[in-house]
């Protein structure tokens, strides 16, 4: 198993390094309080104030292909948080382009 990030989420100026899952079996106090953990999901709201924009324009850009297609849980709709900031990192590209570069990250067609 690779020592992938936890929180991958830091400012570029930031010289603390990630915490790795080892880490935090050899030091269980390293373990941050969840009230620190981003989200794994958010709903329409909370992607409205992740990306500073009006929930309406995201409906109309989820409905264009602007962003990433949310995942359905039970009657709502949800986006993965990582995968939100991985887009935006990536340059917010169309649902397609992202859906591609996802694709050839796993090595599939």
Known sequence: MSA?????????ADPTP???VEALRDRPEAVPPVTMLPPLL?????LSQLLSR??????????AGRIP????LG???R???SEIVAWVEAGM????????????RHGRK
């Open 4 to 12: 992938e990030p936890i929180l991958p989420l830091r400012p570029a």
């Open 18 to 20: 990630p915490i790795t």
């Open 42 to 46: 958010v709903d329409m709201a909370g």
């Open 54 to 63: 009006s929930e309406a324009s995201l409906y109309r850009d989820d409905s």
């Open 69 to 72: 297609a949310g995942r359905k």
């Open 75 to 77: 009657g709502s709709k």
């Open 79 to 81: 986006w993965v948080y």
């Open 93 to 104: 590209p169309c649902r397609r382009t992202w859906e591609a570069m996802k694709a050839a």
